[in-house]
């Protein structure tokens, strides 16, 4: 061996040991012992995973074999440069994996069907464990895809190269995404404690959780700059956190915490008369000149506001005075009952409006609805009417007061006797057969206009997708020599347009007679017209073939 | 809302039209016969209240230029309250008490009504339908935690009133609101009863049922079979109903339909050709 091999301590299963990398296969020693307890050959190798945290681990997984289930190894690596040795073992990994899948065959066939349709092996070109991975996840992703890959390029109908080399929109995509870098997650991380039993609460901080935490408290992101991870870790600054009133807040009231550490990084330099106010708060009313105010009323104080009275002179009373009135105003606001209008601020738009609009000089408006002056109202409500297309009713002009007389009469001497009421039994009967062939009209157009059902529909359209990828490659290859190819796709489309014709006689869906294979129809035409044109090629072929 | 919580309010509206009415008696080939009608209406609506203990139902008059209450009947003062005695031994209290107070009140209505100037050949039936919701919206009120099914039922004979249209559409709407469904039977004769374009407008808006009796004599099998299921049952069985509604638009100018036509975008009404002012409301197209 030229170089020597390399090792690094790696944990396996718990135990300690040591992973060493040859040139063939790589194993794994527990520590003291002498023959190494796993050996692992790169051939074997399929993929490799690594993880996010603080642990530094690597995700084996081998072949699976003979019937065998993957077989998945982890190792822990321990050493201090952890993260620079697991990143050797990647590469070196990588680079056997990407080997063996460009020259060598794939797994035996005899391990049963892959979980996922496996990318095959091309026939010319080696193709990058990048692309390999991606084309695995596009397959994964999009079921319907993944099942068209597995009827046609899995039985040899239509090689890998075909199936991808219209489909490059959907690998760059996938390239594009999984390139993307992704910020930090947005979302306010709400803090819960998980397994909590009694007063042991465990809580699962992640980066993210931490992240939302001091977006959201200023004062704990001061705190956290200044602490973390020179004065404390972030272990220890968290537990303070949760501690703290900002946790203990959002618990609900009662439970306080200790405010001690975050107090300090909290308070706000608040001088109110500062010569630049941290936050200027916006008055409106500064902006208004009154008009009226003459020198008389500007010769003490200039142009600045009264300053003569200034509260908080002396700094250190400031916050008993504060606390003084917060208390008054807490006290003052529980017993005043609050008026029904509420007074708000006005917005600066409506102070200045009051200033400066006068009423005097706003015009009138006029009245905002128009009359509608329908010229002959009952004609604008007669073309709703009577646009019966059946033969109009020709009225009998008849008398209508003797008409009036004799139907009061009529009214006058009926005297029902409702037991003697009788529906003639014969006509009520033929009245019956009318009304039920009316429902049964009813309920059958119910019923065909209810959807397929959904297995008859899935075939159908798998049927269809098959087709179509069908057609789209015989087109497509229609320009090469390939003849014994375009034969192959030939006779799958007229399998598949036998398959259609019959689709009917397969699934009954109950009385609903609707043909579906005339769904099929404009596939149909097409196939047909695939068939006969290669037909038609074949002979022509044939004749040149005798005439030479 | 299971059917057994819900109460059912049935409203019949029965359209007293006298003139409509005498017309249809004297056609030559089907006359109908008020009596006749009325009869097997009391038959079904005695059946409504059987199915159910606690089945509501009102009845509502649509008269020339009145809607009456027929039942529950309101007494005035004057009236004296019904004789209760008469009441044969082996009739159910309920049927009979709902039957007296229909046939006595339509008689006063009918034979009340004055000399024939005042009399039109037209019935109120926005007005009936008005006063039915409310009656429902009362009594939806008065049940108030138990929910109400309601539906109406309208008997018409009468032609189409144009002056009525807009407040036709609007009990339409506002029962489409509520979830009343209008069910809508309509006698059809060579003389009488012409194709109506409200009612089966009012029956699609709603998810009701319009049927045309070809003859009265037989009414009491088409009322058992079609209109006596509560709403509750309607959305399990299967009723025969009428396809194709009617809507399409008619051109102001002519009446007759259109497919393609010019609409007055101040009063919407209809045109077949262009023109630069709308006859209905007068405003100019003016216009580059």
Same mark, same amino acid.
């Given at each position: 061996?030229?170089?020597?091999?390399?090792?690094?301590?790696?944990?396996?299963?718990?135990?300690?040991?040591?992973?060493?990398?040859?040139?063939?296969?790589?194993?794994?020693?527990?520590?003291?012992?002498?023959?190494?307890?796993?050996?692992?050959?790169?051939?074997?190798?399929?993929?490799?995973?690594?993880?996010?945290?603080?642990?530094?681990?690597?995700?084996?997984?081998?072949?699976?074999?003979?019937?065998?289930?993957?077989?998945?190894?982890?190792?822990?690596?321990?050493?201090?440069?952890?993260?620079?040795?697991?990143?050797?073992?990647?590469?070196?990994?990588?680079?056997?994996?990407?080997?063996?899948?460009?020259?060598?065959?794939?797994?035996?066939?005899?391990?049963?069907?892959?979980?996922?349709?496996?990318?095959?092996?091309?026939?010319?070109?080696?193709?990058?464990?990048?692309?390999?991975?991606?084309?695995?996840?596009?397959?994964?992703?999009?079921?319907?895809?993944?099942?068209?890959?597995?009827?046609?390029?899995?039985?040899?109908?239509?090689?890998?190269?075909?199936?991808?080399?219209?489909?490059?929109?959907?690998?760059?995509?996938?390239?594009?995404?999984?390139?993307?870098?992704?910020?930090?997650?947005?979302?306010?991380?709400?803090?819960?404690?998980?397994?909590?039993?009694?007063?042991?609460?465990?809580?699962?901080?992640?980066?993210?959780?931490?992240?939302?935490?001091?977006?959201?408290?200023?004062?704990?992101?001061?705190?956290?700059?200044?602490?973390?991870?020179?004065?404390?870790?972030?272990?220890?600054?968290?537990?303070?956190?949760?501690?703290?009133?900002?946790?203990?807040?959002?618990?609900?009231?009662?439970?306080?915490?200790?405010?001690?550490?975050?107090?300090?990084?909290?308070?706000?330099?608040?001088?109110?008369?500062?010569?630049?106010?941290?936050?200027?708060?916006?008055?409106?009313?500064?902006?208004?000149?009154?008009?009226?105010?003459?020198?008389?009323?500007?010769?003490?104080?200039?142009?600045?506001?009264?300053?003569?009275?200034?509260?908080?002179?002396?700094?250190?009373?400031?916050?008993?005075?504060?606390?003084?009135?917060?208390?008054?105003?807490?006290?003052?606001?529980?017993?005043?009952?609050?008026?029904?209008?509420?007074?708000?601020?006005?917005?600066?738009?409506?102070?200045?409006?009051?200033?400066?609009?006068?009423?005097?000089?706003?015009?009138?408006?006029?009245?905002?609805?128009?009359?509608?002056?329908?010229?002959?109202?009952?004609?604008?409500?007669?073309?709703?009417?009577?646009?019966?297309?059946?033969?109009?009713?020709?009225?009998?002009?008849?008398?209508?007061?003797?008409?009036?007389?004799?139907?009061?009469?009529?009214?006058?001497?009926?005297?029902?006797?409702?037991?003697?009421?009788?529906?003639?039994?014969?006509?009520?009967?033929?009245?019956?057969?009318?009304?039920?062939?009316?429902?049964?009209?009813?309920?059958?157009?119910?019923?065909?206009?209810?959807?397929?059902?959904?297995?008859?529909?899935?075939?159908?359209?798998?049927?269809?997708?098959?087709?179509?990828?069908?057609?789209?490659?015989?087109?497509?290859?229609?320009?090469?020599?390939?003849?014994?190819?375009?034969?192959?796709?030939?006779?799958?489309?007229?399998?598949?347009?036998?398959?259609?014709?019959?689709?009917?006689?397969?699934?009954?869906?109950?009385?609903?007679?609707?043909?579906?294979?005339?769904?099929?129809?404009?596939?149909?035409?097409?196939?047909?017209?695939?068939?006969?044109?290669?037909?038609?090629?074949?002979?022509?072929?044939?004749?040149?073939?005798?005439?030479? | 809302?299971?059917?057994?919580?819900?109460?059912?309010?049935?409203?019949?509206?029965?359209?007293?039209?006298?003139?409509?009415?005498?017309?249809?008696?004297?056609?030559?080939?089907?006359? *109908?016969?008020?009596?006749? =009608?009325?009869?097997?209406?009391? %038959? +079904?609506?005695?059946?409504?209240?059987?199915? @159910?203990? /606690?089945?509501?139902?009102?009845?509502?008059?649509?008269?020339?230029?009145?809607?009456?209450?027929?039942?529950?009947?309101?007494?005035?003062?004057?009236?004296?309250?019904?004789?209760?005695?008469?009441?044969?031994?082996?009739?159910?209290?309920?049927?009979?008490?709902?039957?007296?107070?229909?046939?006595?009140?339509?008689?006063?209505?009918?034979?009340?009504?004055?000399?024939?100037?005042?009399?039109?050949?037209?019935?109120?039936?926005?007005?009936?339908?008005?006063?039915?919701?409310?009656?429902?919206?009362?009594?939806?009120?008065?049940?108030?935690?138990?929910?109400?099914?309601?539906?109406?039922?309208?008997?018409?004979?009468?032609?189409? *009133?144009?002056?009525?249209? =807009?407040?036709?559409?609007?009990? %339409? +709407?506002?029962?489409?609101?509520?979830?009343? @469904?209008? /069910?809508?039977?309509?006698?059809?004769?060579?003389?009488?009863?012409?194709?109506?374009?409200?009612?089966?407008?009012?029956?699609?808006?709603?998810?009701?049922?319009?049927?045309?009796?070809?003859?009265?004599?037989?009414?009491?099998?088409?009322?058992?079979?079609?209109?006596?299921?509560?709403?509750?049952?309607?959305?399990?069985?299967?009723?025969?109903?009428?396809?194709?509604?009617?809507?399409?638009?008619?051109?102001?100018?002519?009446?007759?339909?259109?497919?393609?036509?010019?609409?007055?975008?101040?009063?919407?009404?209809?045109?077949?050709?262009?023109?630069?002012?709308?006859?209905?409301?007068?405003?100019?197209?003016?216009?580059?």
């Amino acid at each position: 061996m030229a170089s020597p091999r390399f090792r690094c301590p790696v944990s396996y299963k718990k135990r300690n040991g040591q992973l060493s990398l040859g040139a063939h296969e790589f194993d794994w020693t527990l520590d003291g012992a002498e023959q190494p307890e796993l050996r692992i050959p790169y051939s074997a190798v399929k993929a490799q995973a690594q993880n996010k945290s603080e642990k530094v681990i690597l995700k084996v997984s081998l072949w699976a074999q003979n019937g065998q289930p993957e077989v998945n190894h982890n190792f822990t690596f321990l050493s201090t440069n952890a993260a620079k040795d697991r990143q050797k073992v990647i590469e070196t990994l990588a680079y056997h994996i990407s080997q063996r899948s460009g020259t060598g065959s794939g797994p035996p066939s005899a391990s049963g069907t892959p979980q996922h349709p496996g990318a095959g092996v091309p026939k010319g070109g080696t193709l990058s464990a990048e692309e390999r991975q991606i084309r695995l996840a596009i397959l994964q992703d999009n079921k319907e895809l993944g099942e068209l890959f597995k009827t046609l390029v899995l039985s040899n109908l239509i090689s890998e190269e075909d199936f991808w080399a219209t489909r490059q929109h959907l690998m760059t995509y996938q390239k594009w995404q999984k390139n993307q870098k992704k910020g930090v997650l947005g979302t306010i991380a709400d803090v819960r404690p998980t397994d909590s039993d009694g007063s042991d609460m465990k809580f699962k901080i992640t980066d993210d959780v931490i992240a939302s935490i001091l977006a959201q408290f200023p004062p704990v992101r001061k705190a956290y700059e200044a602490n973390v991870p020179n004065k404390m870790t972030k272990e220890t600054f968290m537990r303070k956190y949760l501690e703290s009133k900002f946790y203990q807040r959002n618990r609900g009231p009662g439970s306080s915490g200790s405010d001690a550490f975050f107090a300090q990084y909290e308070e706000e330099e608040d001088d109110d008369y500062a010569v630049h106010p941290k936050r200027a708060k916006y008055e409106s009313s500064h902006l208004l000149l009154d008009l009226a105010a003459q020198t008389e009323d500007h010769l003490e104080t200039g142009n600045r506001p009264d300053t003569t009275m200034r509260a908080g002179g002396v700094r250190s009373s400031l916050p008993l005075i504060r606390q003084f009135n917060r208390v008054s105003e807490g006290v003052l606001k529980a017993n005043i009952k609050p008026s029904s209008t509420q007074t708000k601020e006005p917005t600066a738009d409506e102070v200045y409006l009051r200033s400066t609009e006068l009423d005097d000089l706003r015009p009138a408006e006029g009245p905002i609805a128009k009359a509608l002056e329908i010229a002959d109202a009952t004609k604008y409500f007669q073309s709703q009417v009577g646009l019966s297309t059946s033969t109009p009713v020709e009225r009998q002009q008849l008398n209508a007061s003797q008409l009036l007389r004799t139907f009061s009469k009529a009214v006058q001497n009926w005297e029902p006797i409702l037991s003697k009421t009788a529906v003639s039994r014969a006509s009520g009967d033929s009245i019956l057969q009318q009304l039920n062939t009316l429902t049964k009209k009813r309920k059958r157009d119910y019923q065909r206009n209810r959807a397929l059902s959904s297995t008859v529909a899935k075939d159908a359209m798998a049927l269809h997708a098959a087709a179509k990828e069908l057609l789209h490659n015989y087109w497509s290859a229609i320009t090469e020599k390939d003849t014994e190819k375009l034969t192959r796709i030939v006779t799958v489309l007229q399998d598949i347009l036998d398959k259609a014709r019959n689709f009917d006689k397969d699934s009954r869906d109950g009385p609903n007679n609707v043909s579906k294979s005339a769904a099929f129809k404009a596939m149909q035409d097409s196939v047909e017209r695939a068939i006969r044109l290669h037909k038609k090629r074949r002979v022509e072929d044939r004749h040149r073939f005798l005439s030479i | 809302m299971t059917s057994e919580e819900s109460i059912n309010l049935l409203a019949v509206v029965i359209d007293t039209n006298p003139i409509a009415w005498a017309t249809a008696a004297q056609d030559s080939r089907c006359p *109908l016969d008020f009596g006749r =009608v009325l009869e097997q209406l009391l %038959i +079904f609506i005695n059946a409504h209240l059987a199915l @159910r203990f /606690d089945n509501e139902l009102v009845v509502i008059a649509s008269h020339t230029n009145q809607s009456l209450f027929l039942y529950p009947p309101q007494l005035s003062d004057t009236d004296q309250p019904p004789d209760a005695s008469s009441k044969p031994a082996n009739t159910y209290k309920q049927f009979f008490d709902v039957n007296q107070a229909v046939i006595k009140t339509l008689k006063d209505l009918i034979t009340e009504s004055k000399s024939p100037e005042d009399v039109d050949d037209k019935s109120m039936l926005a007005g009936s339908l008005s006063l039915a919701q409310t009656y429902i919206n009362r009594i939806r009120r008065a049940n108030d935690p138990t929910p109400l099914q309601s539906r109406i039922l309208i008997l018409s004979v009468s032609p189409d *009133l144009p002056s009525q249209y =807009v407040a036709t559409m609007n009990c %339409i +709407f506002a029962a489409q609101r509520v979830g009343t @469904r209008i /069910d809508v039977c309509r006698f059809r004769g060579k003389h009488y009863g012409e194709e109506s374009v409200f009612l089966p407008q009012a029956c699609h808006l709603t998810g009701g049922l319009y049927m045309e009796i070809p003859e009265a004599e037989n009414l009491l099998q088409y009322l058992l079979y079609a209109f006596l299921p509560d709403p509750y049952m309607r959305s399990v069985l299967c009723l025969p109903e009428k396809d194709q509604v009617d809507f399409r638009a008619a051109c102001f100018c002519h009446k007759t339909v259109v497919d393609v036509g010019y609409v007055c975008s101040v009063c919407l009404s209809i045109f077949c050709s262009v023109s630069k002012q709308c006859p209905t409301c007068q405003t100019q197209f003016g216009g580059q």
